[in-house]
């Protein structure tokens, strides 16, 4: 049965109701992760490449304080370009729900939504994780904490390389998490195929992946699964060029007291501006595998 809070498509409802594969979307990449008018276009992009390979997409979003799995043409135009639309972790659920406004997902609240509706896996660009100097800050993505509660599988390129991977991952170890990179021996950052950091677990084939999500589930073991899916060579930035980039994103966030909700969006659009738009063009294509990926274990996972 589909939770009484949550507004589904028919389209989805049908998919859920007859086993077939499902993939939800967040759509804070949409909202604060994109400029206009490349934002939408790639929102209608992802949902077309899942659908290519026989799967339903549920792009997931708060609208007029009702949470939404699925969208419509007109709602991803309204996520896009709507000058109002917060951006809305676990915490904001309740609150933007309350007050009937509009909301964007993070991973964090596209878990929770997705699993309510009875979803599985999740297609996103990167993942929130532990930022720099967090020590001081306790800067800490509500992304991890979910993923250590609710039973969502999560493709993405691997943690925002804006982020501290290191720390990042010896979190997501203590919540339980299993971190699987695709094809590679090495964890993914974002924008680059190596992060310099051992890939917990490697898996090769999308049977691999449901596989694992089967036995963990199985198991009784609750909590998310971490995809790691590194973005495709031609597409990549190298680790050493992008990183002199992040340095300098990060010094001019910190001389305009920039923290908290508003640091990785004001991060990613630096990094937009500072690489001439290359940021921005790798990013697309990354959240382009991802479909890809969590689409062909979607069909995996509904298999058995």
Known sequence: MTHP??????????????????????????????????????AREVEGIIREHGVVPATVAVLDGRPR???????????????????????????????????????????RLAAL???????????????????????????LTELGTTDVAVVSAGV????DIGLTLETLETLGVPVLAY?????????????????PMRVDTPAEVAAVMRAKWDLGIAGGLVI???????DEIPAEEIGGIIE????????????????TPYLLGRIVEITGG?????????????ARLGAAIAREYAAH
């Open 183 to 199: 094809g590679s021996d090495e964890f993914p950052s974002f924008f680059s195929r190596s992060s310099g950091h051992t890939a």
């Open 278 to 290: 290359t940021s921005l063009t790798a990013n697309i294509a990354l959240v382009r595998n991802n």
């Open 248 to 263: 300098q994103a990060l010094a001019d966030m910190d001389a305009l007291g920039i923290h908290g909700k508003d640091a």
């Open 69 to 111: 799995i699925g969208l419509g043409a007109d709602d991803l135009e309204l996520l896009a370009s709507h000058g109002d639309v917060a951006k809305v972790s676990v915490r904001d659920l309740p609150f933007v729900v309350a007050r009937g406004t509009h909301g964007a997902t993070t991973v964090a609240a596209t878990m």
């Open 160 to 163: 925002k390389s804006i982020l």
């Open 5 to 42: 809070m949550l507004s589904v498509t028919a389209e989805v409802a049908d998919a859920l109701r007859d086993g077939a594969p499902v993939v939800a979307l967040e759509s804070t990449i949409i909202s604060h992760g994109m400029p206009y008018p490349q934002n939408v276009a790639m």
């Open 117 to 143: 509706a009875g979803i599985r896996v999740f297609v996103t660009g990167g993942l929130g994780g532990v930022h720099r100097g967090a020590q001081q800050s306790f800067d800490v993505s509500a992304d």
């Open 228 to 234: 790691a899916n590194p973005i495709p060579a031609e």
